[in-house]
């Protein structure tokens, strides 16, 4: 077994629908990563806001992220208010996160958060990197969940910095 970095992965219930839950692990094990712990489950709202405020400043970065994905595809974003957008992501997630079960899992090996997100691709799955989980299983974007007034169906979420996944990690398996 590799010992080293930690993360955490989780498959959302548009994973689960679509039955990638094996595929999914079995890429980031070709990824050179060890399996070291797993469970499916059903959350609720308060954990799916807890999860994303474990960093304090998530819902202004993830606001910024969404107007600048808008403004690189020359789009009008649906408002320059980074919070307000940022609360309306967690909103919308908390919602899609709670209407079905998820599978979460730790991966632990060499540089596993870095891995981890370059096997996953970028959020956004029509502008994530060719042969990825994010870009082979999905075709949504920002601007189709926003119309639709829904969280993006990117099928997994991956940590993004060892120190986060350390955070989530204690969260969701309390070690």
């Not at 981890?116 to 060719?130: D, F, L, M, Q």
């Not at 299983?137 to 969280?151: H, I, P, T």
């Amino acid at each position: 077994m590799n010992k080293g970095e930690r993360t955490l992965i989780v498959v959302k219930p548009d994973g689960i629908v679509k039955k990638k839950v094996g595929e999914i692990i079995k890429r980031i094990e070709e990824g050179g990563l060890d399996m070291v712990g797993a469970k499916f489950l059903k959350t609720d709202k308060d954990m799916i806001e807890k999860h994303y405020t474990l960093d304090p400043e998530w819902i202004e970065k993830v606001g910024k992220k969404a107007i600048s994905s808008y403004e690189k595809k020359g789009l009008k974003p649906p408002s320059n208010d980074a919070k307000k957008i940022g609360r309306a992501v967690l909103k919308n997630l908390q919602k899609y996160l709670t209407e079905g079960p998820v599978f979460m899992a730790l991966f632990e090996g060499e540089n596993a958060v870095a891995r981890v997100r370059e096997i996953c691709g970028g959020t956004e799955p029509v502008t994530a990197g060719k042969g990825t989980i994010r870009q082979d299983f999905s075709d949504d974007s920002y601007q189709k969940a926003d119309q639709e007034g829904r969280a993006l169906r990117n099928l997994i979420h991956a940590s993004g910095s060892p120190e986060e996944a350390e955070k989530e990690i204690e969260l969701w398996f309390g070690r």
